[in-house]
T-cell receptor
């Protein structure tokens, strides 16, 4: 069975602080994919990144960066110099060959205060 | 229109009403999905359609009835719903009909449903 754990239910930071959202996953598949989505108050899930299990290089996209560590089954997401517009619920998700559906974590509510 | 659109954005209905949710994707994708997002619960996959054929049905009550007339449109027909069915219903689509679980899914803005 696949499982995604986002232990941080809510995080609150002040604008310009850096913040890291944790994601730990469980799977028996050797090939799998990890995702991050952002859900602002409007409701739409916005795709941020997709990473396959064979690519452990860290990724940076503007103020966003992702740290994939297979050894600890983690795929953490860092926002540098956070902004109020980053306030949203962030979901980590896992997809693998044995499961025919995307498994989502419970989400982390990030609030960035001005 | 671009991406995935959903109508209506908000819907209030009584338990005896019949209504339909509509989803349209403008991405040329081959698979479409319905999810339910309730407060304090993870996203729940309800249905998956690939090339207009239903391929997944995750033990959803029969009061929810999906329809996929073509690869761009997906409907969710609702009848005799219960108050606990109140939730955000999200539609998504993905490119590859055969890599259903691993392909990136793109989501619409959702329909906020309230059942009185």
């Amino acid at each position: 069975a696949q499982k995604v754990t986002q232990a941080q239910t809510e995080i609150s930071v002040v604008e310009k602080e850096d913040v890291t959202l944790d994601c730990v996953y469980e799977t028996r598949d050797t090939t799998y994919y990890l995702f991050w989505y952002k859900q602002p108050p409007s409701g739409e899930l916005v795709f941020l990144i997709r990473r396959n299990s064979f690519d452990e290089q860290n990724e940076i996209s503007g103020r966003y960066s992702w740290n994939f560590q297979k050894s600890t089954s983690s795929f953490n997401f860092t926002i540098t110099a956070s902004q109020v517009v980053d306030s949203a619920v962030y979901f980590c998700a896992l997809a693998g060959g044995s499961a025919r559906q995307l498994t989502f974590g419970s989400g982390t509510q990030l609030t960035v205060l001005p | 229109e671009t991406g995935v659109t959903q109508t209506p954005r908000h819907l209030v209905m009584g338990m005896t009403n019949k209504k339909s949710l509509k989803c349209e994707q403008h991405l040329g994708h081959n698979a479409m999905y319905w999810y339910k997002q309730s407060a304090k619960k993870p996203l729940e996959l309800m249905f998956v359609y690939s090339l207009e054929e239903r391929v997944e049905n995750n033990s959803v009550p029969s009061r929810f009835s999906p329809e996929c007339p073509n690869s761009s449109h997906l409907f969710l027909h609702l009848h005799t719903l219960q108050p606990e069915d109140s939730a955000l219903y999200l539609c998504a689509s993905s490119q590859d009909a055969f890599g259903l679980s691993t392909d990136t899914q793109y989501f619409g803005p959702g329909t906020r449903l309230t059942v009185l």
